[in-house]
Nanobody, 124 residues
């Protein structure tokens, strides 16, 4: 059973940075996994903000975070990271990671395994 645990959420000032972690367990983690990052603000739909593909670690980002957020992975630690720079108040949300073992869904919410989320609050 795949389990994902997010961590690293915090309250920061606008312009600051945070690094979120998504730790996977329940299987032998390797580079051949598709992992997405998502966020959901109160009263809004869950938004796909980034995805890292299995092949050559290609990553893609939503326009709302492009140039500010970066996804990376550490296979030895079974962990995927979301580096968030130049944070804005509109980045305030619950952040989730999700993993898909089949065909990578890309920037969508059609992932099979989800974590419980970590809260990010950005004050201006």
């Amino acid at each position: 059973q795949v389990q994902l645990v997010e961590s690293g959420g915090d309250s920061v000032q606008a312009g600051g940075s945070l690094r979120l972690s998504c730790a996977a367990s329940g299987y032998t983690y390797d580079s051949w996994r598709c992992v997405g990052w998502f966020r959901q603000a109160p009263g809004k739909e869950r938004e796909a903000i980034g995805v890292i593909y299995p092949s050559r670690d290609r990553s893609y980002y939503a326009d709302s975070v492009k140039g500010r957020f970066t996804i990376s992975r550490d296979n030895a630690k079974n962990t995927v990271y979301l580096q968030m720079n130049s944070l804005k108040s509109e980045d305030t949300a619950m952040y989730y990671c999700a993993e898909e073992l089949g065909s990578c869904p890309g920037l969508s919410t059609k992932f099979h395994y989800w974590g419980q989320g970590t809260q990010v609050t950005v004050s201006s």
